[in-house]
T-cell receptor, first 114, second 112 residues
């Protein structure tokens, strides 16, 4: 099975930088995803890492270390609209091709304050 | 707009009843995934279909069933409903290459 851990809540100030960590344990790793979810809305895709290193996309970056089972999502220049839950999700090596489900962590609720 | 369509958006029903949730995937996507999200809980994978066939099964109760039709839309049937079944039910379809999931807006089920 898979085990994914994220902090439950975080608070940061508008304009600041925040790092949301995710650790995972899986019998076979085949990709890590980050999603943003505003309350009561659908999750929306932010980033995908399958190799070690940093992927940058505008104000958002995601890092992966497969040997440590660790990822983080870095949000820069925080805006009030970034207040949301951030979900870390892992795809297992067995879930490839036509069966590619993702297993999600419980999410980190980020509150951006003035 | 993800391109994944779910109906109904809201549903209120009583314990013991049966409901059907409907999902149409993005044009060109052959896979449909169903997830349940209870209050303050993560997304729990229920079941996945690919081109009409069941591909993966998660923590789906026996009271729940799903199918995918030839036009690729899918239905999730929830029967003998209990209070604990109240949740947001999301449908998603996937990009074959990366496995990125695109989620519909969800169906909020309230069981009274």
């Amino acid at each position: 099975g898979q085990n994914i851990d994220q902090p439950t809540e975080m608070t940061a100030t508008e304009g600041a930088i925040v790092q949301i960590n995710c650790t995972y344990q899986t019998s076979g790793f085949n990709g890590l995803f980050w999603y943003q979810q505003h309350a009561g809305e659908a999750p929306t895709f932010l980033s995908y890492n399958v190799l070690d290193g940093l992927e940058e996309k505008g104000r958002f970056s995601s890092f992966l270390s497969r040997s440590k089972g660790y990822s983080y999502l870095l949000l820069k220049e925080l805006q009030m609209k970034d207040s949301a839950s951030y979900l870390c999700a892992v795809r297992d090596l067995r879930d490839t091709g036509t069966a590619s489900k993702l297993t999600f962590g419980t999410g980190t609720r980020l509150q951006v304050t003035l | 707009d993800s391109g994944v369509t779910q109906t109904p958006k809201h549903l209120i029903t009583a314990t013991g009843q049966r409901v059907t949730l409907r999902c149409s995937p993005r044009s060109g996507d052959l896979s449909v995934y169903w997830y349940q999200q209870s209050l303050d809980q993560g997304l729990q994978f229920l079941i996945q279909y690919y081109n009409g066939e069941e591909r993966a099964k998660g923590n789906i109760l026996e009271r729940f069933s799903a199918q995918q039709f030839p036009d690729l839309h899918s239905e999730l049937n929830l029967s003998s409903l209990e209070l604990g079944d109240s949740a947001l039910y999301f449908c998603a379809s996937s990009v074959q290459t990366t496995g990125e999931l695109f989620f519909g807006e969800g169906s909020r089920l309230t069981v009274l």
